[in-house]
């Protein structure tokens, strides 16, 4: 009869990152191996907690089958002599699979005869299937970094101290390193005392509920934050939900419990970024704010892994976090006797990269760009932009950069679309991030990543594979955002020039940008493949990045939504074809102008004569970038007569001088299209 | 808890405990370092086969902490109590937690967590994992489980368990101030409070260190200690191909180690009095932070090929027995690795 099977590793203290990436790999590991060994299984459920890394299966077979299949040898010829006497092959054959050579039959095959026998292999029982599969398991199981303890070699996540092995209600009979597989696990390390026999398999998640440990991270999860909203509401107030400490709370512990705590409303006149900041990095609490306004409340919510005298535990959180938030209020105390433009010449002496000056220096041509982008504050701005990466509170607080330098400017009484781009500045942080949205922030935010762009080129740090140590690609992909979406237009290719020009002066070692031009605009490019790539399939992109100057990213969009709204036109599909057939013939025609008088009347004048009548329109409305009514035209205008071109017209004809000016002629016409796309990119 | 602990009682009672079960208890080291792992019995005795088991006292120091004992939270100088198992036995944590009961707090009845704290140096080739050990909230701890030191891989692996006394202390006295804590009883029978022994100090180091501290002398001492170690070891300019320290002799038995590690000991704390003066530019840092590492790397390699040379009199005292890492054999002896500026390892101040 099928049984389930669980295998528990019990260790120390695993971090919440061990833990989850561990539970992702086990049912892999143990599925892949039960099917190598062909024994039939149902599913596989990782389960853990920081103190175990269990996999149960289900349904798992009793016996591997037993098998019977015919094995094919050496051919007949081979095998035998033409009398039947058996050479060396087939006997080395049947011995191969322990049989006699009366068991080696012929079979005929498409190929024909050969030698064949009936392998069969009893099947094994599964607990002795099993307790090679959970020796060979703990070795496999991927960990972030491994450590060894004691005076042993091994190397695991932390030290392992038990591993429960179970078939059914059977112990698999095994080791692992010199520790015996068994029954007896452990309960909850403060709330469960002694050993906890597991008496089956599949009672294995009942039994340590009772002995306070959750095994499933979900319903570890779902208990916890049930448990957090009714605190919150306790509080009068309502959680503010954070995804990272939710994962990370539920992989610290092994049975949820939520402590209701608080603090001083004195400490509600810091930031409240500050004050999260703090909750959530040093203490991994989560916050309460009022329903109504938003505010924070003076609560906040910790997940603790046993509340036998929750009153105690929320009384030592309580002081702690009175010692952190009094740090926190003594360093903006500190910072605010500053302004952040007395903070600016400490800039140089942070290194921006070691070949690429101080942020002293950043900041400076941060500032000229800002101002060439068309933002009249833009040096302002760059200036004060990493000012409070110099204060006290962000240095604890990394994450606060750019919130901080606005409060504080904010405060000083500066100009307020001056302290906004302090802030905004810095986005987008993420994918999914907001842009800035004023012209100054935007400028501020462009120049700030072209300028580490440009810089990094420019002394050869250059993205390779996974390595990307200035996260270069995102800078970039930052830039692309902005310059689509913001409320300013840029020349990128221009203002990637500009950005060079503000490191000349300053670093001789800086490339020279004509040698740096082409790199960047290859770079730029397979970013822009990427994030529109995605949107509109990547060979239309790659049509019109062909055909596009590496200047306004407006422009290049434009071009790319015509041709993907040009693509669900009717005409469409024969155009391309045509536009492709013509390029590929007449892309190395020979140079000169067409001579019309060689034109034969019919298809090939015609052609020529719809493509004059509105060439003149088209090149005018692909100029001014109005790809739409410049496609429009040409699928109005030239689908039919190119379509009778490729039916009546034979182009590459014996008499040179019609052949040459047939290819001239449509490679002109190729040639005007190409100013939009590149039709001859599109796939299909 | 009935009555609350005094600093000093803190103290005897983890002597008292580690020495039942094992450890040599020694006294903290006569120079100034900033965490405990600097201690040589940390430091050193963590490379190489012996088996070492030690607990002891380490008043630290960490110039730039100071707050004119305005801070009711940071000092100067604080108290680390430390204990190295070497090999780890595999109950230490029971072990530490048998540790709270004997300071009478009863971890059945706080929220006691081991959260993931990693310790690295790595161009010194040091690192190790571990925990930082919460009460209610409250870092009390670390944990540290050294896998290598100088580039030498631990074997065994020694456990470091780090107490922060006037943390454990604040808690169990329940002070919000370090100052208020009662370290101990006067010749009058009258309570003697941590601030009349340690706040006036902290004004007048806090002064030294922030204001005072002649630079130029400091510098001067980095370099000479620096130089001074380098001679001690033999130790030469110049790297071999592939980055190998060269040394003038291979019988690393004519090499002086300990005064050697004693130089580097010096060089850390003047590194660490010239940064607290504001006196080191950010890419001086790292150049000076590189030379610390150089010879305390030289230091490691010696340690090693010495008590090699000797035949590592004290292994084999307990042979290590179990598979993976015996309970019983841990009890014998210890060394640890430290970071050679007393920067990069966490707060352990009240």
Redesign the interface.
């Known amino acids: 009869m099928a049984q389930d099977v669980l295998i528990e590793i019990g260790t120390?203290?695993l971090?919440?990152?061990?833990v989850n990436r561990a539970l992702e790999a086990l049912p892999k590991l143990v599925v892949d191996a039960l099917d190598a060994a062909r024994l039939t299984h149902g599913d596989a459920i990782a389960l853990g907690t920081?103190r175990r890394l269990a996999i149960l299966v289900k349904d798992v077979a009793e016996r591997t089958p037993d098998v019977e299949e015919e094995v094919l040898g050496p051919p007949r010829s081979a095998a035998f002599e033409a009398d039947g006497k058996p050479k060396k092959a087939a006997e080395g054959f049947a011995r191969k699979f322990g049989l006699q050579i009366s068991d080696v039959r012929m079979v005929k095959t498409d190929k024909g005869e050969y030698a064949a026998v009936t392998r069969r292999e009893k099947g094994r029982a599964a607990i002795v299937v099993l307790a090679e599969i959970a020796a060979a398991l703990p070795p496999r199981i991927p960990f972030q970094?491994s450590?060894?303890?004691?005076?042993?070699?091994?190397a695991f996540g932390?030290?392992?101290?038990w591993i429960v092995a179970l078939f059914g209600d059977a112990i698999i009979e095994g080791s692992f390193?010199?520790?015996p597989f068994g029954r007896t696990s452990r309960g909850h390390?403060?709330?469960s005392k002694g050993a906890v026999e597991i008496p089956s398999a599949s009672r294995y998640v009942d039994t340590l509920r009772e002995a306070h440990v959750v095994v499933d991270e979900a319903e570890r999860r779902t208990r916890m934050v049930a448990a957090l909203h009714a605190a919150s509401q306790r509080a009068g107030g309502e959680l503010i939900d954070d995804d990272f400490l939710v994962v990370e709370n539920a992989s610290?512990?092994e049975e949820p419990f939520v402590?209701l705590g608080s603090f001083e409303e004195r400490f509600l006149e810091l930031p409240e970024e500050v004050i999260v900041a703090v909750m959530r990095g040093h203490?991994r609490y989560f916050a309460v704010r009022d329903p109504k306004t938003k505010k924070l409340l003076p609560s906040y919510l910790?997940v603790?892994?046993?509340?036998?005298?929750p009153a105690?535990?929320a009384?030592?959180?309580d002081?702690?976090?009175?010692?952190r938030l009094?740090?926190a209020r003594?360093f903006v105390e500190e910072d605010r006797k500053k302004t952040l433009a007395s903070r600016v010449p400490r800039l140089d002496?942070?290194?921006f990269q070691a070949k690429l000056g101080s942020v002293g220096d950043k900041v400076r041509r941060m500032g000229a760009l800002a101002e060439a982008l068309g933002a009249p504050q833009g040096r302002d701005a760059a200036m004060l932009a990493k000012a409070d990466l110099v204060s006290l509170i962000v240095g604890e607080f990394p994450e606060l950069q750019g919130i901080m330098g606005r409060w504080y400017g904010a405060h000083e009484g500066l100009d307020a679309g001056v302290v906004d781009a302090i802030r905004d500045h810095y986005l987008p942080k993420g994918a999914g991030d907001a842009i800035p949205s004023s012209v100054l922030s935007a400028a501020v935010a462009i120049a700030d990543r072209a300028d580490t762009l440009v810089g990094c080129f420019g002394v050869g740090i250059v993205p390779t594979g996974s390595q990307d140590p200035f996260a270069l690609r995102r800078a970039t992909l930052g830039i692309l955002r902005i310059a689509l979406e913001g409320p300013l237009e840029i020349d990128f290719g221009h203002t990637l020039e500009q950005a060079h020009a503000g490191y000349v002066e300053q670093i001789k070692s800086v490339a020279p940008y004509a040698e740096l031009g082409p790199k960047l605009d290859e770079f730029i490019r397979a970013r822009l493949r990427v994030l529109l790539g995605e949107l509109h399939g990547g060979d239309l992109v790659e049509a019109c990045l062909a055909a596009w100057d590496g200047r306004s990213l407006r422009d290049l969009d434009r071009r790319v939504r015509a041709l993907a709204a040009f693509k669900k036109d009717v005409a469409f599909e024969s155009l391309a074809i045509a536009f492709k057939r013509a390029w590929n013939i007449a892309k190395d025609a020979p140079s000169g102008s067409v001579d019309e008088a060689r034109l034969e009347p019919g298809a090939e004048k015609d052609l020529w004569d719809s493509f004059a009548r509105i060439r003149t329109a088209m090149e005018d409305h692909t100029s001014r970038g109005d790809y739409p009514a410049a496609l429009a035209l040409v699928a109005a205008e030239l689908r039919a007569p190119i379509d009778r071109y490729f039916t009546d017209v034979f182009v590459m004809v014996d008499d040179l001088a019609v052949r040459e000016n047939r290819l001239r002629m449509l490679r002109t016409i190729a040639s005007t299209l190409n100013r939009i796309a590149h039709f001859h990119l599109l796939g299909g | 808890m009935t009555t609350a602990l005094t600093f000093q009682d803190l103290i005897l009672r983890l002597q008292a405990f580690w020495a039942e079960r094992g450890c040599l208890i020694v006294q903290p080291y006569n120079s100034e370092v900033g965490a405990g792992t600097f201690n040589p019995n940390t430091f050193l005795r963590a490379i190489g086969p012996e088996p070492w088991n030690v607990a002891y006292v380490e008043p630290s120091r960490r110039p730039s902490d100071g707050r004119y004992g305005e801070n009711p939270n940071r000092l100067q100088q604080f108290h680390q109590f430390q204990v190295i198992l070497k090999p780890s036995p595999l109950e230490i944590q029971e072990l530490y937690l048998d540790s709270l009961r004997a300071l009478g707090t009863d971890p059945e009845k706080h929220d006691i967590r081991f959260i993931e704290d990693d310790w690295e140096s790595p161009t010194l080739g040091a690192w190790g994992l571990g925990w930082q050990v919460w009460l209610d909230g409250l870092e009390i701890s670390q944990f540290t489980y050294f896998q290598q030191v100088g580039g030498i891989d631990c074997k065994p692996v020694a456990g470091e368990l780090t107490y922060g006394l006037e943390r454990i202390a604040m808690y169990l006295q329940d002070k919000d101030d370090v100052y208020s804590l009662a370290w101990g009883t006067g010749v009058d029978g009258r309570s003697v409070s941590y601030g009349e022994l340690a706040k006036r100090s902290e004004w007048e180091w806090s002064t030294y260190n922030f204001e005072r501290a002649d630079t130029d002398m400091h510098v001067r001492h980095f370099d000479e200690y620096e130089a001074q170690c380098g001679k001690l070891l033999g130790l030469q300019k110049e790297k071999a191909k592939g980055g190998a320290l060269q040394f003038e002799s291979d019988d690393a038995k004519t090499r002086l180690v300990l005064p050697a590690y004693d130089c580097v000991v010096k060089c850390s704390h003047a590194f660490n009095v010239l940064d607290a003066r504001g006196a080191i530019s950010v890419t001086e840092r790292q150049r000076y932070i590189a030379r610390v590492r150089h010879i305390a790397r030289a230091v490691c390699e010696s340690w090693y090929a010495q008590r090699e040379a000797l035949g590592f009199p004290l292994a084999g005292v307990l042979a290590p027995e179990g598979p993976h890492g015996s309970a019983r054999s841990a009890r014998t002896g210890g060394a640890g690795a430290g970071e050679p500026i007393n920067v990069p390892k966490k707060k352990k101040e009240g």
Do not use: Y
């Open positions: 120390e203290e971090p919440a990152g061990f920081p970094k450590m060894r303890w004691g005076d042993g070699d091994l932390r030290p392992i101290h390193a010199g520790i390390r403060f709330l610290l512990v402590v203490q910790c603790a892994n046993t509340a036998i005298d105690r535990i009384k030592g959180n002081r702690v976090l009175r010692a009094s740090d003594f002496g942070i290194v």
